[in-house]
């Protein structure tokens, strides 16, 4: 099947090209392995998206995002990109059903997913004690002790939501000082439910049938213990490139895609938007504007082809 624009993923930035494509009416096909929203999904409360001043909830405005995207027949399908080859003008699009797809311009908007501690425990006890999102796990936790590890937003502004659920939440962070947003501090330390061990890290998860304690280790040296029932790990996002090419689109260190300020890649015809791209600030308001950006960028590339 060929499509004039492929857009690989369905969260903000993916959503946002969509609608912009489907209102451009181009030809255009948006994949989504999963649901749609991406890490928005993930989010409890954001209160820093322009248009909803009293907030809204992840859910919610990946829903809102998707309807207003259908109602201007956004052409979607649930698939999962195994592979690309981006080589030619015409790219070349696997997936993991056998199937294959072509196009003459494509927006990567793959988004990142949380990175893991990897400390012993850590994966014997996923689903047991230790969650990658609070959102979806918190209201197992009601009225007991769990810790956060984070110092950024997601672990800061997720440790406030905890505190609707369980007793007490224990932030630990590497450093002596956090680096989510001002507000976001604020709050959490207003917040008589949080307390936070400073220059710390996790270096094991222990229990029996579920978590029950935690081994820390400070700078200075020194081993430490505490019991907890439940760990979330917020430290920061990895790539989803395990489809891309991705010395063609010379990836940076992080495995993150460069990309020009109109979204841009290496590869002529080829965007990448979101979470995906090589940046310093992830945030849905400029996911979706990289999203709107890359469409602008795919018809200024296709005009020009023709
Ligand atoms: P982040 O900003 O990269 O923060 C990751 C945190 O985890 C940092 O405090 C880091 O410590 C710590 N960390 C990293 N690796 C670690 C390890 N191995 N062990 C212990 N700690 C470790 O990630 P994020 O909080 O997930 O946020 C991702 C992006 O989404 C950011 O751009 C953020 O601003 C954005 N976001 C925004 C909002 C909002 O605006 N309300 C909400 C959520 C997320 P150091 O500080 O020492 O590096």
């Known amino acids: 099947m060929h499509h004039t624009l492929i857009i690989v993923g369905g969260g903000p930035a993916g959503l946002t090209a969509g609608l912009y494509a489907a209102r451009a009416r181009m030809d255009h096909l948006l994949i989504e392995k999963g649901a749609e929203g991406g890490q928005v999904l993930l989010t409890d409360w ?17 829903e809102r995002m998707t309807a207003q ?26 997936l993991d059903n056998g199937d294959s797809l072509s196009c003459n311009a494509l927006i990567i908007c793959t ?50 939501h905890l505190t609707k659920f369980a007793d007490k939440v224990t932030v630990i962070h590497r450093r002596d000082e956090l680096r989510a947003t001002k507000i976001v501090q604020e709050k959490a330390f207003a917040n008589k ?6 220059n710390s890290t996790v270096t094991g998860i222990e229990g029996k049938d579920g978590v029950e304690q935690l081994r820390l280790l400070d700078t200075s040296g020194k081993e430490s ?74 018809e200024n590339y296709l005009t020009n082809l023709s």
Request: net charge negative; hydrophobic share 45%; proline share 6%.
């Open 111 to 160: 988004g990142a997913r949380p990175r893991a501690l990897g400390v012993p425990g850590e994966k014997e006890f996923v689903g047991k004690g230790v969650s990658y999102c609070a959102t979806c796990d918190a209201p197992f936790y009601r009225n007991l002790h769990v810790a956060v590890v984070g110092g950024g937003n997601t672990a800061v502004q997720e440790a406030g």
């Open 69 to 94: 995207a259908k109602r201007f027949e956004l052409n979607s399908m649930f698939g999962n990109v195994v592979s690309m080859d981006l080589s030619a003008p015409l790219k070349r699009l696997e």
């Open 46 to 62: 954001i209160d820093n998206y322009p248009g909803f001043p009293e907030g809204i909830s992840g859910f919610e405005l990946a």
């Open 193 to 198: 439910k949080i307390d936070f061990i400073w």
């Open 225 to 298: 213990t505490l019991n907890v029932e439940g760990i979330f790990v917020l430290i920061g996002v990895l790539p989803n490139n395990e489809m891309l090419p991705l010395t063609d689109l010379k990836a940076d260190e992080g495995g993150f895609i460069p990309t020009d300020c109109e979204t841009r890649t290496a590869i002529p015809g080829v965007m990448a938007a979101g979470d995906i791209r090589s940046k310093e600030v992830r945030q849905v308001v400029n996911a979706a504007g990289e999203g709107a950006t890359a469409v602008l960028a795919a």
